[in-house]
């Protein structure tokens, strides 16, 4: 089977994937607390009977649940995921406009962490036993133990509070005349610690993953007769060692899209980051069902994406792939 | 058993997770003893610094912190163990059904696993809890179903290739029924590598958990760590103590929890311990 073949079949269940995570937002939907037309009702201000009946037959609420099902899904494909009556706006316009700011602090965090991340757990593993290695593994045990929101808030209560380095909220410096070169920095410097935040986690899991999965391949009999042919360490590492060991960690951090996606929310909220996850937590506030299933759908979107990405790379990385498989 | 004691032992950062674990769990079982009064009630004047009259200070309502992180404790682990107990058990049973039957079903149930393994966990946890209202049950119920499929795929695995070995299809030959095989002979198989899994679930419930309640999820009466660096976020810049203590809480439970599943893992596969461990 060729690579054609293999993009298209993961095509085709991420499409699966996504047209079940509909089905089941529309079931929450109908399971989430109030009526959609009695709250349109109450805040109107007319919570007669009459006029609710009317309402329900506006929306369609008076139709059966699969008649509803397929015109909730013929929505969404259309990026119609209904309206947050709090807002008075449509969902997919509000995550809409909030998408940019979160792509910016997730993939920038996501870079962060695997580069910083291999580079220790390359680090660590070619001085196993030293100190270099201790601090590395230890650093790792204490990062993957503590919660983002609390590494968030620490770093704000010393860099911001205490030094006065870097702003600790929002993603811009409000009210002020910027060039477009002042603006950027202006963002960068808001991006440092949300960003940085964010990473640490999964700093923490790659240096992990590269470090056991160095050790793991250093020992292997290819990296053996590279030795024996005299190549140089260095080219031994990039080209036998690394190249090897860095498959698992691209495999892992496929899975763990959703983790940080989901860390985007704490992070968002800790450092009012105007991005989809601070719409979230606005939602869960308000007890907005619609606008937060809405978040909920467009990060599942995103993972998936980011799945499909990270499988397309592994195959084109690791050339056995078993793209039939 | 000793021999087991003492391949655990040879991790000291094991053994050092231990005693921590002992220590918290000694703490949370203690927690009314040592402060009779509710977490809630107000025990002297607001914003009180730490290492005064109260050890780790007083909140913006003059409740102890101290007091709030000892019953915390018994949240977190509570939390932390029901939903990993459920999670395995959701798990265990998909696993094995779909290590032992094979076929059909194993591809319906895997598809099943793999979509809850795809969905964003921590936004369908927040999710679950904010449309059945944030109580202890919702909670431990969301913190569940966001966690069992991992535990699905490993139990499946050793299944998949316990099937095979002969103890069981002698098993199959005399005559024993599905449920007798998978209950007494593949299962007791198969648990090693799940309870190591379990302990780091554990870890990683009590970590969800306290970010729900970051986010404000979590059960109104319920005094939590989470709940308590939440409330105290827009007080950051006047009172470091009341979200900085609870914190340390969370990263020294947590850690405890990994360190001994780390141990346990050594201890149950002595021949993988040395190699490519993490």
């Known amino acids: 089977m060729g690579r054609f073949d293999y993009v298209a079949r993961r095509l085709l269940k991420s499409v699966a994937i996504l047209l079940a995570i509909v089905v089941m937002n529309f079931l929450l939907i109908r399971m989430a607390p109030g009526d959609p037309a009695s709250v349109i009702a109450g805040e109107a201000g007319a919570a007669d009977a009459k006029y609710i009946a009317q309402l329900r037959e506006q929306f369609g609420l008076d139709q059966p649940l699969t008649t509803q099902l397929a015109l909730y899904v013929g929505g969404v494909v259309q990026f119609d995921l209904g309206f947050s009556y709090r807002n008075q706006r449509t969902v997919a316009s509000m995550v809409g406009e909030r998408l940019p700011a979160t792509l910016l602090l997730t993939v920038t965090a996501f870079v962060l962490a695997i580069g910083i991340g291999v580079g220790l757990g390359v680090l660590a593993a070619t001085r196993v036993g030293t100190w270099a290695d201790s601090l590395v593994t230890v650093a790792a045990l204490g990062f993957y133990a503590t919660p983002l929101f609390w590494v968030g808030l620490m770093a704000i209560l010393l860099f911001s509070v205490n030094l006065g380095w870097l702003p600790a909220f929002g993603m811009q410096t409000l009210g002020s005349q910027m060039t477009a070169g002042e603006r950027a920095v202006d963002v960068a410097r808001h991006l440092v610690l949300p960003a940085t935040t964010l990473a640490v986690f999964f700093v923490a899991i790659y240096a992990r993953l590269t470090r056991a999965s160095m050790l793991e391949v250093q020992d292997m009999d290819f990296v053996r007769t590279a030795r024996a042919k005299g190549l140089a360490p260095a080219r031994i590492l990039r080209a036998h060692t690394l190249r090897n060991a860095i498959l698992p960690v691209i495999t892992f951090a496929g899975i763990q899209a959703g983790q940080l996606v989901g860390g985007s929310i704490v992070v968002e909220t800790v450092f009012a980051w105007p991005g989809i996850g601070r719409l979230a937590f606005e939602a869960l506030l308000q007890r907005d069902y619609n606008l937060l299933l809405g978040v909920f759908f467009l990060t599942s979107v995103m993972v998936i994406a980011f799945n499909l990405i990270t499988d397309l790379v592994y195959s084109m990385v690791d050339p056995r792939i078993e793209v039939g498989a | ?278």
């Open chain 2, 1 to 278: 058993m000793r021999d087991f004691w003492q391949r655990y032992r040879r991790n000291k950062g094991a053994v050092v997770g231990l005693g921590l674990l002992i220590f918290v769990v000694l703490v949370a079982i203690a927690a009314p003893i040592i402060f009779p009064a509710s977490p809630w009630e107000m025990a002297g004047a607001p914003f009180q610094r730490p290492f005064g009259e109260y050890p780790l200070g007083t909140d913006m309502l003059g409740r102890n912190v101290l007091s709030g992180i000892v019953h915390g404790a018994r949240v977190s682990l509570m939390v932390g163990i029901i939903s990993t107990i459920v999670a395995v058990a959701l798990g265990l049973t998909f696993g094995a059904l779909a290590g032992y039957f094979g076929g059909i079903v194993d591809d319906a149930l895997m598809r099943f696993t793999e979509f809850f393994q795809t969905i964003p966990s921590f936004v369908f946890a927040i999710v679950l809890v904010a449309i059945f209202r944030p109580t202890i049950y919702s909670i431990v119920a969301a913190i569940a179903v966001v966690s069992w499929p991992p535990v699905a795929r490993l139990v499946r695995g050793e299944f998949l290739s316990l099937r095979r070995r002969e103890f069981v299809q002698a098993a199959v030959v005399i005559g024993e029924s599905h449920l007798k095989i998978i209950l007494t002979q593949i299962l007791p198989n198969a648990l090693s590598p799940v309870i190591v899994m379990a302990s780091l679930m554990i870890a990683s419930a009590i970590l969800l958990e306290s970010a729900l309640s970051f986010l404000g999820l979590g059960d109104p009466n319920m005094m939590s760590w989470g709940y308590m660096i939440g409330a105290s976020r827009s007080v950051i810049r006047n009172a470091w103590w009341m979200s900085t203590f609870p914190g340390i809480a969370i990263l020294v439970t947590v850690l405890a929890l990994n360190l001994v599943g780390e141990g346990l893992s050594d201890a149950m596969n002595p021949r993988l311990a040395r190699k490519g461990r993490a």
